[in-house]
């Protein structure tokens, strides 16, 4: 899926001198139909990204010789449906979300250098745990077959984090690789929240042919109570089908929250389906408990484009309220989604 | 003006992979001096988009084969004499009026598959009625000179709708074609205005040599009473001059407002000579109405850049106050807009 | 470090029509590791643009032939430590200020025509002061090295001005060229303060191998008091070391405001070693001074690629609180600054 613009030096200069220059760019529109309904509200929209974020990349890699490269990643999510693009954090905590709409490079914004000894990322960049969300991981990612698991997250840095440092080190050992990571969350000094936003974390990978594991850690301070990300992830492909899981445990304070998934995806041809049954569960009054089922298919048009569809079921137990994205439901009361979209990588 | 970059994989990846991968990135930027007046107040301004709207463009097509093709265009304009952006709407309603300022894709943001059957768009469309007010009929369409009929629109989806999914057939019969396409309000159920902002509407054409035609039908559901938008155009080049029209009907509840506009356009080796007389009028006390004379030249200096002036005049009779954007004029008077400018192609 | 996507026609199409046809797009991520602190609050954080702008470009020629062209230059601003964008101005006054984060051409967002005579551009352009304060003059220009001269600008035009007219002469007798522009503030008529934020200025400048120099003159608008902006820039290149200075006069009304720099740049191999000493003074009660002293180094890996870091002080006295960004410090008292980054230009 990689591309690359071909860059060519202004007609007059030394070609030679920037040979190697590039800039890539590249995106992903994704729009769907989506009928979601609870039992107070239902709702027939169109909605971005239920097979992959729609997103605009522009992104490239430069040869520094021996060995080494920089490197740049700046990507921007934007809600397809409408136009509009969807908002960052300044400060990885609540208080710097900052309004949608507006273009940002919400979904990535680093400068790095690499080289066989691993890379260092500056900037906005995914948060250790990120990638035990990803599709490797969880077959649907994103749209109404995402796992429940990764509803109502308390820590902000759960996917991404600003301010950040990164180190990522090359596969070693056949496959193992490390990613330690750490952000600021840049208050003022002196007052009782100063450390407030700033934290770290780190993730242990395994990446080989048919299997893939990683577990990760991530804090960031808060003087209420800091927020805590456990999670775990393993994936077997043995061949007709792929299995999946991943499980995270989310605290801040007093407040705990816990969850899982398990995943099938079966391709056949150039259809893809998949399964996947996931729950979330919080200490709160009750313990409310939420478990979701979604089948979904993915029907692949060419290596870029797609056509897929999707069904999922909530169900609430304990006073759970847990429902699709724009509808409501009541406590113990189920709720449903659909959506059939069109996802094209450019 | 259609330019394609070419996107080629990354040196070491198989080439025939990829080798229809393509993103098209132009645009346009056009700014000009401004000079309007009213009865009140006057103004000498810079202002983007007198000839044709500043805009950054994002597109591209993917052969599918068997004759089927996937395609996306993300289409965002802005304020070239300030540097900002323009707004969108999430939801088809005044509520869903997105800040301005910010990157947004207001335009058009959608996603596609094609063949010989047509095309099935999904996202943020251009709607029905948006072809009978562009340089097809109107040949200002935009600044001073854009038809008077144009103005003061009842209809949110005028020009674009967002949330929308619509069908555009293929050119048949020697020329004609159609466009259907339904747009969502996303509220939630339950209430009154659920159903606020849903509509949809549609477009037969005729476009075939000298001669195009057009004719459309939209209607945006609110509770207070739906937003009806009629709109006919009509175009026929003789030769040494073109001749167009364009004329509509908006009625929201007892609201009701109707335009015209007819049009002359001579070109005359690179240069082109337009005019057009264009008038309104609402069904408030006294039955206001407007009327605008617009005189026009674009002088092309190459296929891509050119440079324009226009001058034109509005009068208003039956308490009408209709007057040029950045002033305004007593009832009853007059208002006059000249402007002079630049508009480039990339 | 210019590059060119090359834009070819779709295939089918006649090449030969668009054979000059050309969008650059290029930009610069730079971020890095800040350590600020005053006699009140410190802090660590990840900054963007130590070095240079993180920004994103979009810009183009057009051969119009017999010695004509048409250019275009878009520019955007962005934060890559979050992913945010910067703010422009619609008005050229404190009142236009746009809202950050949400992507906008805030840099330079203009349309020009160019030939043998010059070029005027119209659109947001650097005002003539502009280059007084870029890396010509200030070898730091940025960062916790930029020239405290720059700091606390009473004129919101000292860099870029909304609404402008430009002319940029050839450079003529071996070196000289003028730099003259008009901005308009936009403000309805009939008001005492509808002439705020017009006004305009000019740049006299010599630029010839070793040898550079500058004279700007500006002057804004306001009912309260037009916002004057003088300021004089000088640099020659003795061969291993490079000597620069700039300086400039500001007041509005009664408030008056001055600053000088000067600084020297000297090359070793890849590695460039700067430092400066600029100050700062006001006409407010004690007469506020600030003096800060700045030593960095910037080690180049590539044309595009370097690894920086700068070490700054800054003393006060007279009362005054010169700082930092993100920290603030007592009356007389100093305020350290440190940053180490990497800044890649692509």
Redesign the interface.
Known sequence: ??????????VG?AVA??AQ?S?????T?????NYVKGS???????M?GGNATSK?V?R?I?D??GG?Y???W?E?G????????QA????NQPS?A??A?????????????GGSWGEIH???DWSPSYETYTGKFDPFALGVGLGLNYAGGINPNQVRA????AYISPKVFGGFSVNAQHW?G?N???TATSGDGTGGGGRLMYDNGPFAAAATFMRTKYAAGSAIYRSLAGAYDFGPARFSFNANKDQQGTLKQSGWMVALTVPIGVTQFKGSYSGIRTNQAGDPEGKKLALGVVYN?????A?YSTLAVIRNSGGGTYAFS???TAPNRSSTGFDL????H?
Request: charged share 15%; hydrophobic share 40%.
């Open positions: 899926m990689k591309k690359i613009i071909l860059l060519l030096p202004i200069a001198a920037h220059s800039v890539t760019l590249q995106g529109v994704d729009i769907g139909v107070r509200t239902s709702l027939t929209q169109l971005s605009l522009f490239g430069e520094l010789g080494m920089a490197m740049y700046l921007s934007f809600n397809a449906d409408n136009g509009t693009f960052s954090n300044t400060n710097g900052t309004p709409n507006g273009m940002s490079f919400n979904r990535r914004s680093i400068v790095g250098i500056l900037g906005r600003s301010n950040a440092i600021r840049e003022a000094s002196g048009l060419s290596k870029r484009t056509v724009g509808v409501t979209g069109i996802r094209h450019f």
